[in-house]
């Protein structure tokens, strides 16, 4: 987590390297939330503007709110009010743009996550740091792109800067999945719902009828519907049948097992 007390990086608007935007990033993501938001966002305006004008700005200024505005706008793709990492990547140039990168060769949430199904093997959220090469390069290939060696070390080595902030060679589902572009983070949707693992449990059974120890896409579709309308969360149509389909991406031919259902919905995965 950043300093507040220290100099902010400079935002000097010629190109980044991957690893110069994850300290922008992080200075000013102060509370490691993975947004830029609120105090923070005033913050990296202010420093933007400097950076453009080469001088000063008031933040109390009419004319420094309506920029922001216009800013917020235009880069606020999900208009949530908050920055996030791939939005960001947008605003700054970056020499490789990293994650834009990621946004163009990750064609769906599906996709990430069957890369992730064969990576995570024992089904617990995480993928450990040593497996983390395999899975960038299978997103890769998936896409048709074109990389070498080094740069997959490269990015590997950028990810687990990025998500491993603890040291303990494992980087979450939920964490990673920040690197899709904002309207595939179906992830996202779930971390305001996430359910204890009694509740989990409670709730895996009931839709699992026969004691099979998996539920089917029908299934899963009842469930999704149930937990959205107790959440008071209204999803339409077609983002019910996204989720599903990213859902199911982790299924063993069409068939969900717990510790697959767990790890997107459950607040502690027991595995």
Aim: negative net charge.
């Amino acid at each position: 987590m950043a300093n507040s007390a220290q100099q902010p990086p400079q935002l000097h608007l010629a190109e980044f390297t991957a690893s110069q935007f994850l300290d922008i990033w992080k200075h000013f993501d102060v509370d490691g939330n993975g947004y830029i938001e609120g105090k923070e966002l005033e913050n990296f305006f202010r420093e933007l503007e400097v950076a453009r004008r080469g001088k000063g700005a008031d933040a109390s200024s009419v004319a420094f709110r309506e920029k922001m505005k216009e800013f917020m706008h235009r880069f606020d793709k999900n208009a949530d009010g908050k920055i996030e990492m791939t939005e960001l990547a947008q605003i700054l140039p970056t020499e490789e743009n990293f994650l834009l990168c990621f946004r163009m060769f990750v064609g769906s949430s599906a996709e990430f996550m069957q890369a992730w199904r064969k990576h995570d093997e024992d089904r617990s959220g995480y993928i450990e740091s040593n497996e983390l090469k395999g899975f960038l390069s299978d997103l890769l290939q998936k896409a048709n792109r074109q990389y070498d060696d080094k740069k997959l070390n490269e990015y590997t080595q950028t990810i687990l800067r990025m998500f491993d902030l603890n040291g303990d060679g494992k980087l979450g589902l939920s964490e990673m999945a920040r690197l899709l572009p904002t309207e595939e983070n179906f992830l996202l949707k779930f971390q305001s719902i996430k359910v204890s693992a009694e509740q989990f449990h409670s709730i895996f059974n009931y839709y699992d009828k026969d004691g099979s120890g998996y539920i089917d896409e029908q299934e899963l579709d009842t469930l999704l519907k149930d937990l959205f309308e107790k959440n008071k969360m209204v999803v339409d149509a077609k983002s019910l049948s996204s989720y599903k389909r990213s859902i199911m991406a982790l299924s063993d031919g069409g068939k969900l097992y717990r510790t697959e259902l767990e790890i997107v919905i459950c607040k502690d995965p027991s595995v």
